[in-house]
């Protein structure tokens, strides 16, 4: 191909030429694929779990005590206004999480996972311990509520990039044929720490009452939970401390960094932003993977318009149509979060072997046919019925969240993986998922309708399912622009023996670098224009004669 057909024709409109023979797309070497070992595996997830497990803990504290809050912080004269506030304070930090994310996301893409992931712990254990330590309305007036709202704001900074920092950073950790399995870990980690937030609760609570009497938990009591995020946030930013930065963020750095070897100061000008391998900011993120993007915020909004229904909501739903106090609310929750905590592993090793796709199709029919039932089960208004409810509850939950640490981070290239999270689930997250308490309530208030919440959630579990028919399947998949990952050598070693008959591998989408010219006649031969194969000297001699083989 001509320089001057190069700069008249559209890179969209290239083709390959006729009679011409397409070359073969640049092969895998053994060195290429990244063997992830068992112990580092598991001190990285660990450490990444443990962490989600203390970020969650101070969510789900300030949910299971909004009632109590409300009473504390809101003094307007009207109770349900005052619960009103009480809610809009939890969602306020989820207002400001875009913001983490656009900040902290390309942040973390630039300089690692670890390192962002270990700020986000730190800020978010500070904001929790803080807030035991307010001022109420009765001490300095409304000033209490201005600090509560700006210690939420940080808290929802933090959070921006934590979850999406979390499920990249698990998902590049882990084996390709694992990935649903070790991944759906991480949100295990965080369901555990909302029923460890509502065990506080309940706990202090009952203590408080038993040894100081009943006013004791709203007099200093309630701060307890709150001040436990010292020790436990403690622990976990020493896990976070020593977790390993993941092979497939160093894999692209190298490559990354061989390219500019070659390409000497053109590289230095950076990358065309369409590269599946070129960093991205916010901007570039949206212009080519707007469609991922869409994709993510429609999933993520079922999942978690249905997730904090049952984890932040819930409570205030029992106390405010039911009269359930704190500790019973947070009592009636726990069990429904420990079963929770158990279906998430198996559906993330279903979404392996089924499909990532097929366990959200799963999800949104069963959002679908439970959700009324469930809620007309919890206006019986015996217990037992509520816990039975709140199990139907979960399985929807449990069908969205299992896939979702996996699927979600497998939308977008490695490159930009970081950042498009931040954006997409932080976006959807705070116009939908940490609303869901406020706008339900809301709901209730103007219709008289207790049915809300659950018509609420239906109707984002039909968005996400007609969203998933549009998304590309990724189980057992290498990631986008990243290498295959294995567990063991052998593993790798006979991959790369058998990779052209596995229709998993599309060695195109890999980082691996090739010659300029080569990477011309790939990008027409597959009609991917950008596709992204990096080009530069390191490794070109080695990809050109495996394309010559």
């Not at 436990?232 to 190298?254: D, H, M, N, Q």
């Not at 039975?388 to 449990?398: E, F, T």
Request: proline share 6%; aromatic share 10%; with cysteine.
């Amino acid at each position: 191909m001509s320089s001057s057909s190069e700069s008249t024709t559209p890179p969209a409109a290239r083709r390959p030429r006729k009679g011409r023979r397409s070359p073969k797309p640049p092969r895998l070497e053994v060195d290429d694929v990244l063997v992830v070992k068992g112990r580092r595996m598991r001190t990285a997830i660990g450490g990444t779990v443990v962490g989600n497990v203390m970020e969650w803990f101070d969510f789900g504290v300030y949910g299971y005590m909004a009632i109590m809050l409300s009473q504390l912080f809101f003094q307007t004269g009207s109770e349900s206004l005052d619960l009103i506030l009480s809610l809009l304070a939890f969602a306020v930090s989820f207002l400001v999480r875009p913001f983490g994310g656009l900040v902290l996301g390309p942040l973390g893409d630039k300089i690692g996972r670890q390192k962002v992931l270990f700020f986000t712990m730190a800020m978010m254990a500070i904001a929790t311990a803080l807030i035991g330590v307010l001022p109420t309305y009765a001490d300095i007036g409304v000033w209490a509520a201005f600090l509560l709202y700006a210690l939420k704001l940080v808290q929802g900074f933090s959070t921006g990039g934590e979850y999406a920092g979390a499920t990249t950073y698990v998902a590049e950790f882990s084996p390709d044929r694992k990935r649903g399995f070790y991944s759906s870990l991480l949100d295990v980690g965080s369901y555990l720490g909302f029923a460890m937030g509502a065990g506080a609760v309940a706990l202090t609570h009952l203590i408080t009452a038993e040894v100081w009497g009943p006013d004791a938990m709203l007099n200093w009591g309630w701060r307890v939970p709150f001040l436990l995020a010292i020790p436990l946030g403690a622990v976990a930013i020493w896990f976070r401390a020593r977790i390993p930065e993941t092979p497939a963020y160093e894999a692209t750095e190298s490559e990354q960094a061989a390219e500019a070897q070659g390409h000497g100061a053109a590289a230095q000008a950076g990358e065309d932003d369409s590269s599946l391998h070129a960093r991205k900011g916010p901007r570039a993120i949206v212009k080519h993977h707007w469609r991922e993007l869409l994709i993510a915020i429609a999933i993520v909004a079922a999942t978690n318009t249905a997730g904090y229904a049952l984890t932040s909501y819930m409570p205030t739903y029992l106390g405010s149509e039911f009269g359930f106090n704190e500790m019973a609310s947070a009592a009636a929750t726990i069990p429904s979060l420990l079963i929770l905590c158990a279906m998430i592993p198996f559906v993330g090793m279903a979404s392996d072997r089924f499909g990532r796709r097929n366990l959200y199709f799963a999800a949104a029919i069963a959002a679908v046919v439970l959700l009324l039932p469930a809620f007309w089960l919890m206006h019986q208004s015996s217990f037992f019925a509520i816990q039975a409810a709140m199990v139907m509850v979960a399985v929807p939950v449990a069908l969205f969240i299992g896939p979702s640490a996996s699927a979600l981070p497998a939308l977008f290239p490695t490159a930009a993986r970081y950042g498009a999270m931040g954006i997409a689930y932080n976006v959807s997250v705070s116009l939908f998922g940490g609303t869901t308490p406020l706008i339900s309530q809301t709901l209730i208030e103007l219709t008289g309708n207790s049915y809300m919440p659950a018509i609420w959630i239906m109707a984002f579990a039909v968005i996400a399912g007609i969203a998933v028919i549009f998304m590309r399947e990724s189980a057992q998949r290498p990631l986008l622009g990243s290498f295959p990952a294995v567990e063991t050598t052998e593993e790798a070693i006979d991959l790369v023996e058998h990779q052209e008959e596995n229709p998993l591998l599309n060695t195109s989408e890999m980082p691996i670098v090739v010659p300029e010219e080569l990477e011309r006649e790939i990008e027409d031969a597959l009609d991917q224009p950008g596709a992204g194969l990096p080009t530069g000297a390191a490794g070109a001699g080695d990809a050109e004669a495996s394309a010559k083989a």
